[in-house]
């Protein structure tokens, strides 16, 4: 299967190894006709951009020079933290706006918004060796705080790595994403999720995209994990929204709208 496009990648504003341009170049040469900038949202000690504003400042300098690569599409985007058990990104809706597209996952030493949350999600998560107990705790708050993201942020495109980090219900977290049609990513990076997560999702009737999350410009474009797990478990070509055919982001967002708001 061919990509139009690769939807998951970080600049040197987080924590990628690499400048908007050199990403541009990097998805050309892989013969790509879109790609994100999609760097982490600021409450994510050390990966996060230093702050929200950073997004703006990139897509003035975008805007500079997209000119220059008539051939591919450049879209600014940002990889938003889950913050509480409510919901609640690390991105204020004044810049959310200003993207083309959101993505949201759950990341090791997020800033949570009280300390009762930090508790229920990040300490929680370190418990799990504890036991079984500890351990379905842990896993019911990452899947209540990963719904709650899918059902209180409409502009939501993209879940990264369900499952990485963190441990979700899957079933339960893709039940979410088909209902607000948010897309189930497959993440090149970490191979993540494996093949009995994907079909897990699969049975509930997500849509998927394949992403590189690359860091480094080697790897932007880097899509082969996906596309021979998507082929081996014989999921359709239309399930997978960055598809060649699908004609891209643009029209991914004009079916999710004639699905789910209008
Ligand atoms: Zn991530
Ligand atoms: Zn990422």
């Known amino acids: 299967m061919e990509l139009y496009g690769d939807y998951h990648t970080h600049c040197r504003l987080s924590d990628g190894r690499q400048n908007e341009e050199e990403i541009i170049n990097a998805a ?3 013969g790509l006709k879109e790609v994100a900038i999609t760097d982490h949202g600021p409450l994510a000690a050390v990966i996060g951009v230093g702050d929200a504003d950073e997004y703006l400042k990139l897509r003035d300098r975008l805007d500079a020079i997209v000119n220059n690569y008539p051939n591919i599409e450049v879209l600014l985007g940002a990889e938003a933290n889950i913050r509480d058990l409510q919901g609640t990104l690390d991105l204020p809706p004044e810049i959310i ?6 993505i949201a996952g759950l990341h090791p030493y997020t800033l949570p918004t ?3 949350d930090g508790w229920a ?3 929680q998560n370190s418990l799990r060796h504890l036991g079984r107990g500890q351990q379905e705790k842990a896993i019911n708050n990452n899947t209540k705080a990963t719904v709650e993201v899918i059902y209180n942020n ?4 993209i879940l990264s790595h369900p499952g990485l980090f963190f441990t979700v219900d899957i079933a339960e977290v893709a039940r979410a994403c088909v209902a607000k049609n948010v897309l189930f990513e497959i993440n090149c990076a970490h191979e993540h999720p494996g093949i ?3 079909i897990e999702a699969d049975r509930a009737g997500v849509d998927f995209i394949i992403n590189s999350d690359a860091h480094f410009r080697e790897t932007v474009g880097n899509l082969n ?3 021979k797990l998507v082929k081996k478990l014989g999921i359709a070509p239309e399930q997978v ?3 060649r055919q699908g004609g891209g982001y643009k029209q991914w967002r004009k079916n999710k709208k004639n699905c789910t708001y209008s």
Do not use: T
Request: glycine share 4%; no cysteine; proline share 4%.
């Open 121 to 123: 999600v990040f300490v």
């Open 196 to 198: 009995s997560a994907i």
């Open 241 to 243: 929204a960055n598809r």
């Open 154 to 157: 409409p502009q939501l495109d």
């Open 225 to 227: 994990y996906g596309v």
């Open 114 to 116: 009280s300390i009762k």
């Open 97 to 102: 706006v200003e993207l083309d597209i959101l």
């Open 28 to 30: 050309r040469e892989r």
